[in-house]
């Protein structure tokens, strides 16, 4: 059961770019998948959220209305689009997932995965700089 993140890099404020979760060993049926992003010295951001099974999203207030979670269960990847990047969204960002079971809200799930999740990924470096 692995996680595996990408899409990271250096872009220019303003610009846009795509993370990707991928998953090897299991699927997201059913899962809540969420994106933390985490800056050294300050605390872990729950960034976004979605639960597989009826495709609730969230998003935390830093980057609602110019971000988008996704899923596309035919690859096992989470898509985190991330529009009109600020320098402030500079950090490693993480994927996690873990199953709940039915019923659980986004919000519910994006604050259950700090600390309750099945996986978590490497990290991806995403820095916002001109």
């Known amino acids: 059961v692995q996680l595996v993140e990408s899409g990271g890099g250096l872009v220019q404020p303003g610009g846009s770019l795509r993370l990707s979760c991928t998953a090897s060993?299991?699927?997201?049926?059913?899962?809540?998948i969420g994106w933390f992003r985490q800056v050294p010295g300050k605390e872990r951001e729950g960034v976004s959220c979605i639960v597989e099974s009826d495709g609730d999203t969230y998003y935390a207030g830093s980057v609602r209305g110019r971000s988008t979670i996704s899923v596309d269960n035919a690859k096992k990847t989470v898509y985190l689009q991330i529009d009109n990047l600020k320098p402030e969204d500079t950090a490693v960002y993480f994927c996690?997932?873990?199953?709940?079971?039915?019923?659980?809200?986004?919000?519910?799930?994006?604050?259950?995965?700090?600390?309750?999740?099945?996986?978590w990924g490497q990290g991806t470096q995403v820095t916002v700089s001109s």
């Open positions: 060993g299991f699927t997201f049926e059913d899962y809540a």
């Open positions: 996690a997932a873990a199953y709940y079971g039915p019923g659980i809200t986004p919000d519910q799930a994006m604050l259950a995965l700090h600390t309750q999740f099945d996986s």
